[in-house]
């Protein structure tokens, strides 16, 4: 049995209609993100990243190849990705999340427009994130390819993401064609704050 292993979705390939399409999550989630997977296992096998859970694997990165890298920021990329989706979402954050975001961005619609102008700053393929820095702050970073927060290689932005928007083409060209703008509009009809909210309330009690 492979160490590594493609989550279902908690909803069907439709259920995010009309904002993602049923054609391009199928394919996102069956192809792609499947390909992460099976690239993954390939990678690790032999090495000492066998050995060590995913988590271990990013805080730890730079000590792999970038086959690793690659891969093992794909699985747990697209992982948090489709947790945090959902046909019937939560669509504003409640509790001490929104205090922390208003603290932080001034207001949602500011944060808003950060992630969007992260995920169109970012050029060629990567991901928008909201994530919890070391101190319990919120910050927003694009990142190149696969990479993440959580990467050792990421020098100046390092933390745990608890929202993260796919901005590589196969996320949306099928229904948006080069239209990234639209595509960063549609997802927040799709965002689950309460997914957010919880990963959020994960972070911060792992730092008390």
Do not use: C
């Amino acid at each position: 049995m492979n160490k590594f292993q493609l989550p279902e979705l908690p909803y069907a390939y439709e259920a995010l209609e009309p904002y993602f399409d049923q054609e391009t999550m199928r394919i996102h989630h069956q192809r792609h993100h499947q390909a992460y997977v099976d690239n993954l296992n390939r990678a690790v096998e032999g090495t000492a990243a066998a050995d060590i859970d995913l988590l271990d694997i990013l805080t730890k990165v730079s000590q792999y190849s970038p086959a690793i890298r690659n891969n093992a920021g794909g699985h747990y990329n697209h992982s948090l990705f489709w947790q945090l989706l959902s046909g019937k979402p939560q669509v504003e954050p409640k509790g001490k999340l929104v205090d922390e975001i208003n603290a932080a961005f001034g207001s949602l619609d500011e944060l808003k427009s950060g992630i969007k102008n992260a995920g169109l700053g970012q050029f060629g393929s990567g991901w928008a994130w909201l994530y919890v820095k070391h101190n319990g702050a919120l910050g927003i970073v694009a990142t190149p390819n696969q990479d993440n927060p959580l990467m050792d290689t990421q020098l100046t932005s390092r933390g745990v993401p608890i929202l993260g928007v796919d901005v590589w083409e196969h996320a949306y060209y099928l229904k948006y064609q080069n239209r990234r703008a639209d595509y960063l509009e549609a997802f927040w009809s799709v965002l689950d704050w309460s997914a957010v909210e919880k990963k959020y309330e994960e972070v911060i009690n792992t730092l008390v």
